[in-house]
């Protein structure tokens, strides 16, 4: 069973940026697909973009495309998600989750980002 | 592209059944077999409950069901237990390496 552990809750001042790891274990890294999803204060869950490090490839929604950017790193099993320029409208908490392809299976405890000057 | 259209709430008193609704387009719950619902608490990650439509992942009872119909999906939870009391969230592929998911459901139980 994969368990995946994130980083913790971040502050960042509007026009910064932002990165969030989520740590793998219970799996090979290079065998694994993960997704990011990002929930605002009350509001529904929202889906970023995707990496299978064995392909070294990310795909992001288009909403976030040229301002988020998702590595992993095999050495220490962990996958990065990392956003610039921020807004305040980027305060949300920030999940990762396996990607088995057709859904999303196990999942991160969260990261919270409050964006704020 | 939109999120799919969930109903804000539904509510069932115990030992009855609920079904929340979960509504795309040809586009994406109409022309895909990978929709998905995920039960969220107050605070907590998301959990699935079912996957390509109608699949229960193990450990999920049985009393959570799931069909669809053209370009509308729907989840059925039976014999409603007090513990079912959760956001939950309809998700599916939309093509071109996109994912939508719906506006989330709070379902309460009276």
């Known amino acids: 069973q994969v368990q995946l552990v994130q980083s913790g809750a971040e502050v960042k001042r509007p026009g910064s940026s932002v990165k969030v790891a989520c740590k793998a274990s219970?799996?090979?890294?290079?065998?694994?697909?993960f997704t990011w999803v990002r929930q605002a204060p009350g509001q529904g869950l929202e889906w970023m973009g995707g990496?299978?490090?064995?392909?070294?490839?990310?795909k992001y929604a288009q909403k976030f495309q040229g301002r988020v950017t998702i590595t992993a790193d095999e050495s220490t099993s962990t996958v990065y998600m990392e956003v610039t320029s921020l807004k305040s409208e980027d305060s949300a908490v920030y999940y990762c989750?396996?990607?088995?392809?057709?859904?999303?299976?196990?999942w991160g405890q969260g990261t919270r980002v409050t964006v704020s000057s | 592209q939109s999120a799919l259209t969930q109903p804000p709430s539904a509510s069932g008193s115990p030992g009855q059944s609920v079904t929340i609704s979960c509504t795309g387009t040809s586009s994406d719950v109409g022309s895909y077999h990978y929709v998905s619902w995920y039960q969220q608490y107050p605070g907590k990650a998301p959990k699935v409950m079912i996957y390509?439509?109608?699949k229960r992942p193990s450990g999920v009872p049985d009393r959570f069901s799931a069909s669809k119909s053209g370009n509308t999906a729907s989840l059925t939870v039976s014999g409603l237990q007090a513990e079912d009391e959760a956001t939950y969230y309809c998700s599916s592929f939309a093509g071109n390496n996109n994912w939508l998911f719906g506006g989330g459901t709070n379902l309460t139980v009276l």
């Open positions: 990496i299978t490090p064995m392909f070294g490839t990310a």
């Open positions: 219970g799996g090979t890294l290079s065998r694994l697909a």
């Open positions: 390509e439509v109608t």
């Open positions: 989750a396996r990607d088995m392809t057709t859904w999303f299976d196990s």
